[in-house]
Every structure is written in structure tokens, then in C-alpha cells.
């Protein structure tokens, strides 16, 4: 069993929908959550950052952290064509960025 | 404020050849970190770079190296390439917490 578990997708959802995206994993010792976006052949960019449990709201974007279910999400309110990319759930037990793990990516495509 | 920064952007050698792959991190962050992400393999940790020591290393062979130079630039170094290194090499810098900002990568090529 991977310490981190992603739904791969590919998800298609209508302009303006609600998007979900979520991850769960196995290792209670996460504190430190994270959410990445990246673009086709582009590097990984830092959406979100979560310590420990709770919401957390950025704009059109909330990450959720339930560490008694081990399980995170992602949503995008109002989705637009420029968020369809690949969303990666990452999380870490240390504060160093050495110790993150990775899920597998979320592709998601959002249909003008 | 600059980003990381990643040359070359994308490198084709031939099996059994050696990489170079250079990263400048965020001004302010002494922190380096690399990672290479394959194809269905996602996101896979290689080297951590601290103010020019290694302090960690991923589960890869010996022959992936590289140093952190005084202006905390970094270089990472594959010999002996073999057709399974083809990946997006991916350098991030981290303000000593756990946020990694990561740069554009270098797509390696063994052929």
C-alpha cells in the first residue's frame, strides 16, 4: 500500500462546476499537507499549505485536512478553463521538504 | 522576485553518457532540493542541498551526485546514463520549512 493515495482521473467537469479532489493516506505522523498544481511540462507550483488538521481558504480554493480520517481535499469553486492541469496532494511528518511524499496526480480538465 | 531557475530546459544524451543539470534557487533560500519525476512513477525525492553540505539522499544509486556551490546554486550530476533516467528532473529551494517552490525542470532525454 502506497503512504499516499491519488485517484490518477482523468476528471472532466463543466466550466463554473465545484471540483473535489482528494487524498488519503496511511502514515498518522502527517502534520505538514500541501496541494500542487502543475502545467503540462511545467514544474509544480505550491496552491495550498496546511499544518495539521482544519481549512484552510485561498480565493476560489479550500483545502480540508481530516486527520482522524486520513483523508484531504481540494476544492475549486467557480472552476475555469486555465485550472485544468494536474493536481498533486503531497504531505510530510518533518519540516523539511526532503521528507515530502507525493501522491500520483489528479488530472482534471475543466470543458468550456 | 525571480523564481528557481533550471538549465538546460531539456538535454538528450546517449546511454552511458553524463548529465549536468543546474538549479538557481529563490534569492533567500539556502535550501536546494531535487527530485525526478518519471513517468508513472510521480514525484520521486533525490538529493537535499544545505547551506553546501548534503543532508539527505532519496533511494537512487550512487552515480546521481551533485554539490551546493557558496551562492547556494546547485548542480546535479548523472553518470553512466542509462534509458531509465529519461525523466523531468525538477529543482526546488525551501526557506528551511517545508514549502518547496519548485522551478521549471530539465527534461533528460537517454537515448
Redesign the interface.
Known amino acids: 500500500q502506497k503512504e499516499v493515495e491519488q485517484d490518477p482521473g482523468p476528471l472532466s467537469v463543466p466550466e463554473g462546476a465545484i471540483v473535489s479532489l482528494n487524498c488519503t493516506y496511511s502514515n498518522s505522523a502527517f502534520q505538514y499537507f500541501m496541494w500542487y498544481r502543475q502545467y503540462s511540462r511545467k514544474g509544480p507550483e505550491l496552491l495550498m499549505y496546511t499544518y495539521s488538521s482544519g481549512n484552510k481558504e485561498d480565493g476560489r480554493f479550500t483545502a480540508q485536512v481530516d486527520k482522524s480520517s486520513k483523508y484531504i481535499s481540494l476544492f475549486i469553486r467557480d472552476s475555469q478553463p486555465s485550472d485544468s492541469a494536474t493536481y498533486l496532494c503531497a504531505m510530510s511528518d518533518d519540516s523539511s521538504a526532503s521528507k515530502i511524499i507525493f501522491g500520483s496526480g489528479t488530472r482534471l480538465s475543466i470543458r468550456p | 522576485e525571480a523564481g528557481?531557475t533550471?538549465s538546460p530546459t531539456h538535454l538528450i544524451k546517449t546511454r552511458g553518457q553524463q548529465a549536468t543539470l543546474r538549479c538557481s534557487p529563490i534569492s533567500g533560500h539556502t535550501?536546494v532540493?531535487w527530485y525526478q519525476q518519471a513517468l508513472g512513477l510521480?514525484?520521486q525525492?533525490l538529493l537535499?542541498y544545505d547551506e553546501g553540505e548534503e543532508?539527505?539522499r532519496?533511494n537512487f544509486p550512487p552515480r546521481f551526485s551533485g554539490r551546493q556551490f557558496p551562492n547556494y546554486s546547485s548542480e546535479l550530476n548523472v553518470n553512466a546514463l542509462e534509458l531509465e533516467d529519461s525523466a523531468l528532473y525538477?529543482c526546488?529551494s525551501?526557506p528551511?520549512?517545508?514549502?518547496?517552490?519548485?522551478?521549471?525542470?530539465t527534461?533528460l532525454t537517454v537515448v
Open positions: 528557481v533550471q535550501s532540493y510521480g514525484l525525492f537535499w543532508r539527505n532519496g525538477l526546488a525551501s528551511r520549512r517545508v514549502k518547496a517552490f519548485f522551478g521549471q525542470g527534461r
